[in-house]
Every structure is written in C-alpha cells, then in structure tokens.
C-alpha cells in the first residue's frame, strides 16, 4: 500500500519539513510539493492524489477554499498557525488539522490516521472487516472501535457515542447516516433517538432495553425487534 499526497504551502522551510516527515514513512509517496496554491489546485485537479497537506493561510487563495473547489477530495490534513480556522476545516471533513510549528510525533498521529482510514475505505468485498467507526469530532476525524461503543443518542442535529470506557463523542451526523455505517447485524435502532449494540443488551422487560449501566426505551416503530430479540433468547 502507497499512499500518494502532496504539500502545498507558501513557506518553503514548512514544505521542507513536510518532505522530511513524509519520507520516514514507507506508506506515503511524496510526489510533488508547491509554494502556491494555484499551482497546487491546477495540479490536483488533473492528477487526484490521496492525501493532501495544506496549509490554510496563503496569499493567493486559502487551502480552506482550495479544497472546497475540489471534485474530487483526497484525504486532507491542514497544517496552520492559526486555530481559528478549525471549524472550516471541520465542514470540509478534514482528516486532521495541525497547528505550526509541525511536531514530528503529531505530524506522526496524522499520518496513522490516514493510513488506517485508507484502508478502511479500500476494504474488498470479503477480507476481514474494519471493526471500527470514523467520525469527524472536535474538527479532526476520530476512530471508535465497534466493540467500545455502549449506545448512541440522537441530539438533533448531532449524535452522541455512549462508549463503555472513554470520553463520550459528539458528532454532527443523523441517525440514519450513521446507522448505514454500522454493521447491521451487530446493531439495531431501538427508538428514534437512540441504537444499540445487539450483544450489549442484558434484557428487554415493558419495552424497555437493559444495557450494562443504562436503560433504554423502545418505540413502537422498533417494537417488531423486541419480538425478534426475544425469539433468539
């Protein structure tokens, strides 16, 4: 697996040391960089590459609005000095977002996020699956074992990832979208606000799910997997 990127930022000493990073990976194929943007979404938009480090704020035209001219994203990483651009990013699903000066070991966290998210993506029909959810939270991309998920609760416009030992997860997703990246026989929508994992329930009583430390209800319109459920049991 080769993953092909480029770099584009105007200051020449970010780009050299981007080149240097990227060539202590045997994954990733640095092929070209630039120090305009211009050059770059010319560039890109006749040859996609994979994955893109950017940085947000150049002269001619920011990486935020060089990405979203794109047809075609690669997987993207911006570099910048500012946090103020994080929330762009976010909308622009950014795989990660990197304040200057680059650190080697955050630099490091970026690149294993790409590899495995590429993988995940070019996963062939019957290898093993990726046991594992990618959302985008506090403007990067987090990944979220299956196995660690305890329920998740829809807030409106967003969800929330219940996890059975960690930090609860906040994305901008609805339900329906993130019910299609779940496989469906290891989860099932219960109720309008909430899906659970099939083997994490201890017990249904008075349409009512029992999880390890919390209890759901079920709606009339998910009834039919309470019949199901009990069926197998």
């Keep these: 697996m080769t993953l092909k990127c480029i770099a584009i930022d105007d ?3 970010a780009l050299r040391l981007i080149d240097e990073y990227v060539s202590r990976f045997p994954a990733l194929q640095l092929i070209k960089t630039f120090d305009d ?7 890109l938009k006749a040859r996609p590459v994979d994955l893109l480090f950017i940085d947000i704020n150049m002269p001619d035209i ?4 060089l990405v979203r001219s794109l047809e075609v994203k690669p997987m993207v990483v911006f570099t910048t000095a500012y946090k103020n651009f994080a929330f762009e990013g976010f909308e622009l699903e950014a795989l990660d977002y990197i304040l200057k000066p680059i650190d080697f070991k955050r630099f490091e966290k970026a690149v294993e996020k790409a590899i495995d998210y590429y993988r995940y ?4 029909p019957g290898e093993q699956p990726d046991e594992s959810l990618y959302v985008y939270s506090e403007y990067r991309m987090v990944k979220i074992d299956l196995g660690a998920i305890e329920y998740i609760e829809s807030m409106e416009d967003y969800i929330k990832i219940h996890l059975t030992d960690a930090k609860t997860v906040l994305t901008l997703m ?11 026989d290891k989860f099932q929508r219960i109720h309008r606000s909430y899906i659970v994992p099939v083997n994490k329930i201890r017990s249904i009583q008075n349409r009512k799910v029992k999880l390890t430390d919390v209890e759901l209800p079920v709606s009339e319109s998910y009834a039919d997997f309470i019949r199901t459920w009990m069926k197998f049991k």
Excluded: N, R, Y
């Design 11 to 13: 200051e020449p000493l």
């Design 121 to 124: 993506k070019t996963q062939t």
């Design 174 to 184: 609805p339900m329906k979208k993130v019910l299609e990246k779940l496989p469906a």
């Design 37 to 43: 943007a211009i050059s770059g979404a010319e560039f």
């Design 62 to 65: 920011t990486g935020i609005d």
